[in-house]
């Protein structure tokens, strides 16, 4: 008798790997990069990241923040003033005179981020050449780099992609013959513990994570390097990985049992591991996480959704939801579609999604009123205006600050779309 | 640049939104990256509002710099009208826009729109929130006034106000203006206009038509109601009625320009309560409670002088983070000999009320961050907020219920009256013990065992260290004080054992002592009694 493999993806086709995209050039209603300071600062626990911009990139971080951070936070702006655009030496000589200022107030920093913004970027300071002057000042005690989260180059999650793509330039080389597996992604510290257990107990390894929790644990990188993207808006990362030899494991992003199941089963082909040992090792999470979300697929099952591009995760998510909760994806927007990293999610969307990349929030709410989907996702900005058009909303930022990767989690994913639902069912005013 | 970790007050821009988005009617195009549309959940997150702001952000990328930006401002500010067909258009620049110099200005009056256009000139890079609102406010003033409004004959009809300055994300804005709104009818005034909370263009050009003005919020409205009184001759009301004696004299004020009599007003009991309840036997305890006082200028003095006069409060700090109001500011800390501080730096604020160790912070979110990690009891009385600032219930700042509000919010974070009595003399049953913290508290909050003001070792040392030393270190440290005498500071009340550590420290210091024994301590207590 054959053993019972359950097919890794449900049956695609007709999904939306070649369905048209609405690309729209239009207002945006998307974070800009530097938001991404808010979890990387929690994650590298000894890093500290000092936006380069104006009064605007430092009310937008504690307006971001203000509801998170009490202590003070491991960021911190150096606000431009007039008298810095008047000759860029003194510019640069004023960031110095910052960054002294800072590392003599902390000096448990071991890795600062100098992070352009749309100010700096538009006046051309070269924080590449800041970062590397700086470098050597403060060698020994303060490694220094930088990359840019400007609202010009980057949406809301990108920001991370520019801060990990300048760790990666930065990894160790490794020359070992072995090959080793690493997650890229900063995922919160619960989720990566149980990855890291997971690939123990399939015997995946040896398993480094990117960003690592200090400063001083990055990981090397090499040609013998696997990695798997934990997250789908790191396509800068993943290239930089590359160029230094690395290869990409392709798979669904590991939301819910089939994408977690999907994306596991990667890295464990990739590593050789037995197809047999794989499923019996995997199945007690896959089967907890299948009982996790059943509960919420009841309410779930047939209600339609659209997703504001805000993330990009909206696409895997979509996935998810559709696969495994049966919901009706509407319309999902993205603000950036990497269709080669998201090649088997779009497969298995239902072909009559309409896919939309960029934005034009007029229009887009337009759509949102005359279809009048069950749940939008949207940014901070936009839900209590469609609540108080009767529309019932998921604010996407809890996706992106929560633990939702994982077996584990997939209960957790599932009933943060169901809640708004369970609320406007309960209200009674 | 300046090191900030976190600010005050918002660019300009901001500012300018906060008018665009109180008002009916008008339409804000700003030229801006896309990160700078985080603003709009300022309004519906923070505020809570149930519409977007009407803004229309140009939201232009690196890939657009050079050709398109020009463009790109025009067809967004083409497709805003066209959509929300305003009475009147603002447009402007954020701080990266006005980097790249498209004129937003110039462009917008080349497309000849239908509606008047205001051009704002905002410089990001040396201005900040409060002036672009007073900005705005005045360049749509100025632009949309109907210059020869007049008022009407008096003919026996009410006397009409325009109230002036409440804004969106105002701090407790729209309960004044109600508040403000009934106090006047009771005085035998209209309210002929309130700008800019509610108006539309076409309402701001009547202004003229009112008998006289009420500036409510002096830092949005002041540079407006100048040019009224030039253009107009229109007579302003300047005291701001946050507190029971500024009501009093807010009255008195309205009643002169106005010609009506407002001297019974507020006399009666029951107008306030403030006056009996602090006078009252339960608010004993509250006598010389130290206060240290930080917000805009306008809420910064009106909170100094309710809290020394009407509360009993000893005021220990004052200032402000405008310092278009230093000057005012600067006054008010005479009145209480005081050293003013007008900064917008959050560390020396943070520095300075460390040094201080008052028992109670009345600032805004930034000094409830500072006061939390201190353990220091506070409470907010201006912007910048925090969502839950913008409550359900009604809560207004000025006139008499304004001044019952201030009562109630400021008293609530304190130790309640006979409590703090019998902190000190049920002190070793455990549901008062400094373990259990104050019912007020939650009644869940451990406290640490020694230390500041409420804080002990645990948490002073944590602040320490992120924060580098205190303005004014102790004499010694820590490592002066005997073991005696440390045992003998835990006896005392924890909300008082700040006061008593930083007394004898002081004392010890004067007096060249290096160590803090038993009878330093009460030679202290004994100096320091009043």
């Known amino acids: 008798m054959t053993p019972a493999v359950p097919a890794l993806l449900p049956l695609p086709l007709p999904g939306c790997e070649s369905a048209p995209v609405l690309r729209e050039r239009g207002q945006r209603e998307v974070f800009c990069g530097l938001t991404g300071i808010i979890w990387l600062h929690r994650k590298i626990q000894d890093a500290f990241f000092l936006v380069v911009g104006s009064r605007t990139c430092a009310h937008l971080l504690q307006s971001a923040a203000g509801v998170m951070v009490f202590a003070e936070p491991r960021f911190a702006t150096a606000i431009i003033e007039e008298r810095d655009l008047a000759g860029m030496a003194d510019c640069n000589e004023e960031l110095d005179r910052v960054v002294d200022r800072l590392l003599a107030r902390r000096p448990e920093i071991k890795l600062l981020f100098l992070v352009g913004s749309c100010p700096s970027e538009v006046i051309k300071l070269e924080l590449s050449r800041a970062a590397a002057r700086l470098s050597v000042k403060h060698a020994g005690i303060t490694k220094i780099l930088n990359y840019s989260g400007s609202g010009i180059e980057t949406t809301f999650t990108e920001g991370e992609d520019a801060c990990l793509a300048a760790l990666v330039a930065d990894l160790d080389s490794d020359t070992r013959a072995a090959p080793s597996l690493m997650i890229v992604g900063a995922l919160p510290d619960v989720v990566e513990d149980q990855f890291l257990r997971l690939f123990a107990e399939l015997g995946v390894g040896p398993v480094h994570c990117l960003p690592a929790r200090h400063a001083g644990d990055m990981p090397p990188v090499g040609p013998n390097t696997r990695f798997l993207l934990a997250q789908p808006f790191l396509g800068e990362t993943a290239r930089a990985l590359e160029d230094r030899g690395a290869t990409r494991l392709d798979a669904l992003f590991p939301f819910g049992a089939e994408g977690t199941t999907h994306w596991l089963h990667a890295a464990a082909q990739a590593f050789g591991i037995d197809e047999l040992h794989f499923r019996g090792t995997i199945a007690p999470a896959r089967e907890r996480a299948k009982r996790a979300i059943a509960h919420s697929r009841e309410r779930l099952a047939g209600k339609r959704i659209t997703f504001l591009p805000d993330s990009q995760l909206e696409i895997p998510l979509a996935r998810f939801l559709a696969t495994e909760l049966g919901m009706q994806p509407v319309e999902v927007g993205t603000p950036y579609l990497h269709r080669r990293h998201l090649a088997h999610e779009l497969a298995l969307l239902p072909a009559d999604t309409l896919i939309s990349e960029g934005q034009d929030v007029d229009r887009q709410l337009d759509r949102v009123r005359a279809t009048r989907p069950d749940l939008t996702v949207c940014g901070l900005g936009l839900a209590n205006p469609l609540e108080a058009e009767g529309l019932t909303t998921k604010w996407a930022i809890e996706l992106v600050f929560s633990p939702i990767h994982g077996f584990d989690q997939a209960g957790d994913l599932a009933e943060l779309f169901a809640r708004p639902l369970r609320r406007r069912d309960v209200l009674r005013v | ?530």
Not at chain 2, 95 to 118: F, H, K, N, R, S
Not at chain 2, 144 to 172: E, H, M, V
Not at chain 2, 199 to 218: E, V
Not at chain 2, 227 to 236: C, I, M, P, S, V
Request: with cysteine; proline share 7%; glycine share 8%.
């Open chain 2, 1 to 530: 640049m300046q090191l900030t970790v976190w600010t005050y007050e918002g660019p300009p821009h901001v500012g300018a939104m906060r008018i665009a988005t109180a008002m009916e009617g008008v339409h804000y195009v700003l030229h801006a990256p896309q990160g700078d549309t985080y603003a709009d959940l300022l309004f519906t997150m923070i505020e809570r509002r149930s519409k977007r702001p009407p803004v229309t952000f140009t939201t232009f990328q690196a890939r657009d710099l050079g050709k398109d930006t020009a463009a790109l401002f025009q067809t967004a500010t083409r497709d805003a009208y066209a959509r929300f067909e305003p009475q009147a258009m603002l447009v402007g620049a954020s701080c990266t826009a006005e980097l790249i110099q498209d004129d937003p200005a110039g462009m917008a009056q080349a497309m000849g729109l239908p509606c008047p256009v205001v051009a704002l000139e905002l410089p990001s890079y040396q201005r900040k929130e409060n002036w672009g609102a007073a900005e705005t406010f005045y360049q749509l003033v100025r632009t949309l006034a109907d210059k020869t409004a007049r008022p009407a004959p008096r003919d026996g009809r009410r006397p009409r106000a325009n109230l002036l300055g409440p804004t969106a994300l105002g701090f407790r804005h729209r309960d004044d203006v109600i508040e403000i709104t009934r106090l006047l009818d009771t005085l035998g005034v209209d309210v002929h206009l309130v700008a800019p909370l509610g108006a539309s263009p076409a309402d701001l050009a009547t202004i003229g038509a009112a008998d006289f003005n009420i500036l409510l919020y002096p830092e949005i409205g002041d540079t407006a109601v100048r040019w009224l009184e030039r253009t107009f001759g229109q007579a302003t009301v300047r005291t701001v009625p946050i507190g029971y004696a500024a009501t009093r004299a807010f009255v008195a004020e309205v009643a002169a320009v106005a010609g009506t009599d407002g001297a019974g007003i507020g006399t009666t009991p029951g107008t306030s309560n403030l006056p009996w309840w602090s006078r009252s036997v339960d608010s004993t305890y509250l006598t010389g409670k130290r206060v240290f006082i930080f917000g805009d200028a306008t809420h910064a003095i009106a909170a100094a002088r309710v809290a020394r006069d009407e509360l009993g409060f000893e005021v220990v700090g004052l200032g402000c983070y405008n310092r278009e109001f230093a000057r005012d500011l600067r006054t008010a800390a005479a009145l209480y000999g005081v050293e003013p501080l007008v900064t917008d730096d959050y560390l020396v604020v943070e520095e300075a009320i460390q040094a201080l160790q008052p028992e109670l912070v009345l600032g805004t979110q930034m000094e409830r961050h500072i006061a939390k990690r201190l353990r220091i009891p506070c409470a907010v009385i201006s912007a910048p907020v925090h969502v839950q600032d913008f409550p359900a219930r009604y809560s207004p700042q000025m006139g008499f219920e304004g001044a019952n509000v201030l009562f109630d919010t400021w008293v609530h974070p304190l130790v309640m009256g006979l409590e703090e009595h019998l902190l000190t003399m049920f002190r070793d049953d455990f549901e008062f013990s400094d373990a259990s913290g104050a019912s007020h508290l939650g009644g869940s909050s451990p406290l640490p065992p020694a230390g500041g003001v409420g804080g002990g070792p645990v948490e002073l040392a944590a602040a320490t260290e992120v924060t580098g030393p205190p303005l004014a270190p102790p004499a010694g440290g820590r490592g002066t004080w005997s073991p005696e005498a440390e045992r003998e500071l835990l006896k005392i009340p924890f909300f008082v054992r700040g006061k008593a550590r930083r007394n004898t420290e002081r004392f010890a210091s004067e007096h060249n002592l290096t160590t803090i024994t038993l009878d330093t301590l009460y030679d202290a207590k004994a100096h320091y009694a009043r």
